[in-house]
């Protein structure tokens, strides 16, 4: 079965989620990452895996559900924390993160079988997950992150490879407040739907971004 990996961020107020300040504070941005990763966890619980890894920047919390190991995140870039974490791995794993509260359980059921790599790209130019039957860090070492090229440059590592790559469905990842509206109304009944929901009612209404 897969290992199924999850890298995070300790959801803290100044950490997390800077880009959805304003129209959200701090503290409410936090909230925000904190019911993200929450949902993340619930689906990543839910789908068959032979172990759930929790790859963490800062401590767990409270949101933490039982039956992850939890371990720290490696030095480096992106690219290089990435790499260490299917490191760890000695057989099929899909990494995910934590900016997509909408993803599922069956989106995380994979099936390598005839398969050696799976890719899931983002909308922002970036990839949400990235599943490999044969873990290799050189796959990631060196891949620009963060940018609007990354997930095609990932994508066109695995291929020159010589991996067989399947795609799962482009999703949404939540950088700013238009993300957070868009992916709440997939999931109208998660945690981080009725997080927003409460953060847009305290926020002020004439703040910048509040009617997006």
Do not use: N, Y
């Amino acid at each position: 079965m897969t290992t199924l990996l999850v890298i995070a961020k300790e959801p803290r107020p100044g950490r997390v989620k800077t880009r959805l300040t304003p129209p959200f504070t701090p503290r409410q941005a936090a909230e925000l990452a904190e019911a993200a990763l929450a949902d993340t966890l619930r689906a990543v619980a839910a789908a068959p895996a032979a172990r759930r890894v929790l790859v963490l920047d800062g401590r767990p919390g409270a949101w933490l559900p039982p039956g992850f190991d939890v371990v720290p995140q490696g030095a480096g870039g992106l690219d290089e924390r990435l790499a260490a974490a299917f490191a760890r791995c000695t057989g099929p794993a899909l990494l995910v993160g934590m900016d997509t509260p909408q993803v599922t359980r069956e989106l995380l059921t994979v099936d390598f079988s005839g398969v050696d790599a799976w890719f899931g790209p983002a909308e922002d130019g970036g990839f949400w997950a990235l599943g490999l039957a044969e873990p290799d860090p050189g796959l990631l070492r060196g891949v620009p992150m963060s940018t609007a090229v990354t997930g095609a440059v990932q994508r066109r590592r695995l291929v020159d490879a010589g991996l067989r790559v399947c795609d799962l469905p482009r999703l949404r990842d939540v950088d700013t407040a238009a993300d957070a509206h868009a992916v709440a109304a997939l999931v109208p009944h998660g945690r981080f739907a009725a997080r927003l929901a409460g953060c847009t009612a305290a926020a002020p209404a004439s703040g910048p971004g509040a009617a997006r």
